[in-house]
């Protein structure tokens, strides 16, 4: 094992969408200094904030030598081999990476805030990691159990 570790959400909603986040994760294990360590079963969400098509997501746990900085360039190039692009805030997108645990590191720089913040708020993040996480410890936040219990009434179902 690799000395950080890292969770990650994957989401699409454009084109063949199981395919899109089952190959994002057979992208996330072939990173450099890095191993695919565990993934939730995927899930279908209605969008949050966003329109288009129901997404597809997953939460893969990692473990990797890479800093958070070079993880997140990272995966910002794998989102682009899948063809994301960024026409306005929240659009439909073919892959969405987002880094939502760096070991219990809480960052905040221009480029990356750590616990991703948002993801106290979405079933499509917590439900997949109480999946493969469920004793996880969120810096600064309650417990997940009281986590999940404040998002019970999102739109989520297990593929």
Known sequence: MFGNIVYIGIGSNLGDAIENVTAAMDSLGRLPDTRLEKT????????????????VNAVAMLSTGLSSGSLLDALLQIEQT???????????????????????DCISTERLTIPHPRM????????????????????????????????????????
């Open 82 to 104: 899948f063809g994301r692009q960024r026409p306005y805030r929240n659009a439909p997108r073919t892959l969405d990476l987002d880094m939502l645990l760096y070991n219990a």
């Open 40 to 55: 939730s079963s995927l899930y279908r969400t209605t969008p949050i904030d966003a329109d288009g098509d129901d997404y």
């Open 120 to 159: 106290m708020e979405r079933a499509f993040v917590l439900i997949p990691l109480a999946e493969i996480a469920p004793d996880i410890a969120i810096p600064g936040q309650k417990p997940l159990s009281i986590l999940l219990e404040r998002v019970r009434n999102q739109g989520i179902h297990r593929i």
